[in-house]
T-cell receptor
Framework: AQTVTQSQPEMSVQEAETVTLSCTYDTSESNYYLFWYKQPPSRQMILVIR??????QNATENRFSVNFQKAAKSFSLKISDSQLGDTAMYFCAFMPQDGSGSRLTFGEGTQLTVNP | GAVVSQHPSRVICKSGTSVKIECRSL??????MFWYRQFPKKSLMLMATSNEGSKATYEQGVEKDKFLINHASLTLSTLTVTSAHPEDSSFYIC???????????FGNGTRLTVT
């Protein structure tokens, strides 16, 4: 079974600054995907970024980037130039690449608040 | 992009009644849909995996007779909470994917309140 751990229940950052959210995971799988999802107050789950474990290059999406350390089983999210609209709960998630079910395992979440 | 529609967004029902929640993939065929439950300020907890044309697979601890899941077509899955009790009050979210290892797309969720 996989586990995903987010050790920061809450974080805050000033607008325009950079913040990093931590995530570690435990698995015996060799092929898998990692995700960061954002859940704003509307409760809609929004995919922020996705990383394939076999890719060494860290994924980036505009202001969002990850630091993927496979050996350390670490998958942190960096948000640059934080905006007020980034305020949300952020979930790290793991999905094995075995095609058997694509079940996502979520971390407990980090509530990020961007202050003006 | 892929859109998943979940209906209703909010529902209030009385104890003992049943309520049905629909999850539709609007512009793609979803071979698999997932149902989650989320408590306030908590993570999403997978309840069951629904495959079109077959019985749902429930996670340990989830009562299959209480949470009935039907995936009758490639674009629709339903979750029926039977004989609802106040402790069933929660936020329920569905997600859908087109094929193995395809990205998951989430519905907007349903807030169920049982009085």
């Amino acid at each position: 079974a996989q586990t995903v751990t987010q050790s920061q229940p809450e974080m805050s950052v000033q607008e325009a600054e950079t913040v990093t959210l931590s995530c570690t995971y435990d698995t015996s799988e060799s092929n898998y995907y990692l995700f960061w999802y954002k859940q704003p107050p509307s409760r809609q789950m929004i995919l922020v970024i996705r990383q394939e474990a076999y890719k060494q290059q860290n994924a980036t999406e505009n202001r969002f980037s990850v630091n993927f350390q496979k050996a350390a089983k670490s998958f942190s999210l960096k948000i640059s130039d934080s905006q007020l609209g980034d305020t949300a709960m952020y979930f790290c998630a793991f999905m094995p690449q075995d095609g058997s079910g694509s079940r996502l395992t979520f971390g407990e979440g980090t509530q990020l608040t961007v202050n003006p | 992009g892929a859109v998943v529609s979940q209906h209703p967004s909010r529902v209030i029902c009385k104890s003992g009644t049943s309520v049905k929640i629909e999850c539709r993939s609007l512009d793609f065929q979803a071979t698999t849909m997932f149902w989650y439950r989320q408590f306030p300020k908590k993570s999403l907890m997978l309840m069951a995996t629904s495959n079109e044309g077959s019985k749902a697979t429930y996670e340990q601890g989830v009562e299959k007779d209480k949470f009935l899941i039907n995936h009758a077509s490639l674009t629709l899955s339903t979750l029926t909470v039977t004989s609802a009790h106040p402790e069933d009050s929660s936020f329920y979210i569905c997600s859908a994917r087109q094929g193995n290892n395809s990205p998951l797309h989430f519905g907007n969720g349903t807030r169920l309140t049982v009085t």
